[in-house]
């Protein structure tokens, strides 16, 4: 089994990335997440960029190591650091139970 997965260092909400397998451009609007009916956890939920969302369909769940390349970073001010060092980085191994995201001690308690 692959070691725990580490949340620090991810990209804020409103990102701009180009990815390693898609040609346009996406926008990242959410971070640790899983698509309905995966129980994998990616680090990013996106859309097409200048786009937007448009249907659920056209979402892109991807993980870092998919980012090829990031033309903005997002805004960033004292709620998103507070929130990057009060929760992400301190998140500990997630899992997928009953359809909800929890933390693998706390599901094993």
């Known amino acids: 089994m692959a070691g725990k997965k ?5 990209l804020p909400i409103g990102s701009v990335v180009s990815l390693t397998d898609t040609d346009p451009y996406i926008l990242i609007c959410g971070r640790i997440v899983c698509a309905e009916g995966d129980e994998r956890i990616y680090d990013y939920v996106g859309c ?12 892109v769940f991807f993980d870092r190591e998919a980012v090829e390349q990031v033309y903005f970073i997002g805004y960033q001010d004292e709620y998103e650091l ?9 998140l500990g191994e997630l899992e997928i139970i009953d359809g909800e995201m929890v933390e693998k001690e706390a599901a094993d308690e």
């Open 48 to 59: 097409l960029y200048p786009e937007g969302i448009g249907k659920d369909d056209e979402l």
């Open 82 to 90: 507070m929130y990057r060092t009060e929760v992400l980085d301190k």
């Open 6 to 10: 580490d949340y620090k260092g991810l």
